[in-house]
């Protein structure tokens, strides 16, 4: 019997800053001590391709077991990797570090599809008061 897969995927849903976000505006997070921090893997990934991937394949990508496989990793093994991965609950992008410190937005399309809008923006504003869109807040940092 093959194990249930969780997803983090949503679709037609707006995930806006965390309450306690402390950016008035997208921040591009930055490398810490000269490594890629799970901030600049998500950002790199989403803005460089807005509307290409999907909340899990970001999760899956930017986490350790993701960025454990190298480029020559064939599709069975990355297959293998990634149904391993999910076979237990993830935290879903309002847990992301962009929503809860860098002030981004994560909109996902129809298609479970993500683009990030900087808090403040036209199209953050208008995408924040779509009633067609779910609207969540990504996670606080600190408790209430």
């Known amino acids: 019997?093959?194990?249930?897969?969780?997803?983090?995927?949503?679709?037609?849903?707006?995930?806006?800053?965390?309450?306690?976000c402390p950016a008035r505006g997208g921040e591009q997070p930055q490398p810490r001590g000269g490594q890629p921090t799970v901030a600049t893997l998500q950002y790199a990934m989403i803005a460089g391709a807005p509307y290409k991937y999907t909340s899990?394949?970001?999760?899956?990508?930017?986490?350790?077991?993701?960025?454990?496989?190298?480029?020559?990793a064939g599709k069975k093994e990355r297959n293998q990797a990634r149904e391993a991965f999910f076979s237990r609950g993830q935290a879903?992008?309002?847990?992301?570090?962009?929503?809860?410190?860098?002030?981004?937005?994560?909109?996902?399309?129809a298609d479970g599809r993500i683009a990030i809008y900087a808090v403040g923006s036209q199209r953050y504003q208008a995408l924040a008061a779509d009633p067609e869109l779910t609207q969540v807040r990504a996670m606080r940092s600190k408790r209430g």
């Open 1 to 20: 019997m093959a194990k249930a897969l969780h997803t983090t995927n949503v679709v037609n849903t707006f995930i806006r800053v965390a309450e306690d």
């Open 56 to 72: 899990d394949d970001v999760v899956f990508a930017t986490s350790a077991p993701g960025r454990a496989l190298d480029a020559k």
């Open 92 to 109: 879903c992008m309002r847990a992301s570090p962009l929503g809860k410190r860098f002030g981004w937005g994560i909109h996902a399309d």
